[in-house]
C-alpha cells in the first residue's frame, strides 16, 4: 500500500515505512533515562541523607531463615566488596539462625557483627544504612516502618506488606522520610521488562488491551511442607516475638506454624503473597504507567488436600494440618488505562499459560530472555515483526546492585514504592475478593474498597476471623 500525494500525484512511501520513521522518532524520545531507572518513580521525595557514590553502605539483616540466610546474606557475601557493602548485624527470633549467620559472616569478612533476637535493637544503631527484611510476612510492616523511621533504607521480601492498610502505612512512610524502599520481586530487574515498556511507552503494540501469565508448581504433598528440623523448639526461638501483638488467635509454640508459616492465614496470603509478586511487580512495570487497579476478583480453592496424602511421603513432611491457603487461585483485575491483567497460580500442576502483553495493534511475548514483538493481523501491513536482544535472566544478586545504586544515585529502584504499593493493592483487594467471595472495587484517592453498589467493604485485617 502507498501513501499518494494528489497536489502532485507523487507516491511518497509506503504506510508502513511512514510509521516505521514515526514510531523510531517516539522511540528516542521515550528512552529519555536508563532502562534501570523506571519513569514512574520521578516523583520520589528526596532522601534526607544522600548517600555518595563511593560511600560503603552498612547493612543489617532482620530475618535469616530460607531466603534471608541464603539469598540476603549469601549473595551479599559473594558480591559485598564489588557492591562495596559492609554487614553488621544479623537479627532473627532464633539463637540457632542468629549465631549461624554471624559466624558466615565473620569468617568470610572478618567483620565484627553483632547478633540479636529483637529487631528493635538493630534499628538503634546509627552506623547502619540499610534494612534487609526478610521475616515471616506479617512483620514486613513493622520492621520496614520502624528502619524507615530510623533513616534507614529498606529491602523488603515480597509481599511487601500482610494487607491493604499496611501498604499504605509504608508508602506514607516512605514518602515522608524520603529513604528508599525496594520489594524483593527480582523480576523487576530483568531488562526485557524494562525494554517492553519502553516498546509500550514508544506506542509500538498500541494501547494495551490485556496481560496474563502465570505461575505454577505441582507439589504432590503439598507446597511449603517444609522440613521440622529438629533443632527447632521453644528453646531456640522465641515464640512470643514471632507472633507479635499482630496475630490475635494465640496458641503454643508450633514447629508447622513456624516452619510451614505460608500454608496458614494468619501470616501469609499463600500463593497470592508468595508467587503472585514475581508476575504482578514485572508485568505492572511493564505497563511503561503502573496503575492502581479498578476493581479485583479472584477464586481459590483446595479441594485437592495434598497435606493429606501419605503415598509417597517422606517422614519429614508429615503434617498434621490441612494448610488455610489455596492450591490453585486465579486474579483477574481491571485498570483505569482499560485493560485487564489475568495471573493464574497452582501448587498441584505446573503448566504456565504463555507470558504476553497483548496490544490493540501487536503482542509481546514474554517467555525466555527477549521480547518478541508480533503484529495483529489487522495491522500486519503497518507494523514489522521485531525480537529484542536477549537479555541475562532474572536475578538476585542484579536486584541487590540496582537498591544499591539507587541509595547512592537517590532515585526509586526497579521494586520501589510507587509500584509495589499498586502491587500490593492487587494481591490484598484479591485475597478480599477470595475470602469474602465478591467483586472489589477500589478508588485511589479515597483508598476505599467497595462492591459494585457501592457499598463499603472492609478489607482483610489482623482478627478479620478466629484462626487470625
Known sequence: MSLHDPSTGAVSTTRRQFLKRSTAAATVLAAAGSLRTPVYGQNQAPSVNVTGANERLVIGFVGVGGQGAGAHVGLNLEH????????????????????????????????????????????????????????????????????????????????????????FELYDTVKRTGKILNVGSQGCSDLKWHKAAEWIRAGKIGPITMLQGSYMRNNPWGEWNYTLQPWGTAADINWELWLGKQIKARRPFDPDHYFRWRKYHPYCSGLLGDLFPHKLHPYMLATGNPEFPVRVAAVGTKAFKTDLRKEGRKPEQETKYVRDVAEIIQLIAEFPSGYVMHITSASVNEQGTQERIRGHHATLDMAGNKVQLNPERSFAEEIDPETSQGFPGESVAAHHKNFYESIRANKQPNAGIDLAVKVQTVISLAETSDRLGVMCYFDEKTRKVTDGLGRPIKPLDYGWDKNS
Request: proline fraction near 2%; charge should be positive.
Open 80 to 167: 559485598y566488596q564489588e557492591n562495596n557493602v559492609a554487614m553488621a548485624a544479623v537479627c532473627d527470633v532464633s539463637k540457632r539462625r542468629v549465631a549461624e549467620n554471624v559466624k558466615r559472616i565473620k569468617d568470610k569478612t572478618q567483620a565484627d557483627v553483632q547478633g540479636y533476637e529483637d529487631y528493635r535493637k538493630v534499628m538503634e544503631r546509627k552506623d547502619i544504612d540499610v534494612i534487609y527484611c526478610a521475616t515471616v510476612d506479617h512483620w514486613h510492616t513493622p520492621i520496614s516502618k520502624a528502619a524507615l523511621e530510623s533513616g534507614k533504607h529498606v529491602y523488603v521480601e515480597k509481599p511487601m506488606t500482610r494487607y491493604l492498610g499496611e501498604a
